[in-house]
Nanobody
Framework: HVQLVESGGGSVQAGGSLRLSCVAS????????MAWFRQAPGKEREGVAA???????RLTDSVKGRFTISRDNAKNTLYLQLNSLKSEDTAMYYC????????????WGQGTQVTVS
């Protein structure tokens, strides 16, 4: 069965960096578009970044220039590099297998918390 397992979250000061990882299993990882979402307390879940099977990348405007999404198909792993973190980046971050851009989600990970103070 499909599993997505995130790691790498934590607490950092504003201006700091983190790298989130998501290890996928149970399917042919390289064939699918993957994405990161986040949900802050009291807010709706939002798409942050997506990367297609051919490495086409999309980023939401609020993270452009600060976050980078990448994938390693040999390791079945998705990454999100978070730089120049701000307090408003505080959220639970989820990886997901998606289609139709980030409009439809097939599978979610359990999430990893990022807290910026």
């Amino acid at each position: 069965h499909v599993q997505l397992v995130e790691s790498g979250g934590g607490s950092v000061q504003a201006g700091g960096s983190l790298r989130l990882s998501c290890v996928a299993s149970g399917y042919t990882y390289s064939r699918y578009c993957m994405a990161w979402f986040r949900q802050a307390p009291g807010k709706e879940r939002e798409g942050v970044a997506a990367i297609d099977s051919d490495d086409k990348i999309r980023l939401t405007d609020s993270v452009k220039g600060r976050f980078t999404i990448s994938r390693d198909n040999a390791k079945n792993t998705l990454y999100l590099q978070l730089n120049s973190l701000k307090s408003e980046d505080t959220a639970m971050y989820y990886c997901a297998r998606v289609f139709g851009g980030t409009k439809y989600v097939s599978y979610w990970g359990q999430g990893t918390q990022v807290t910026v103070s």
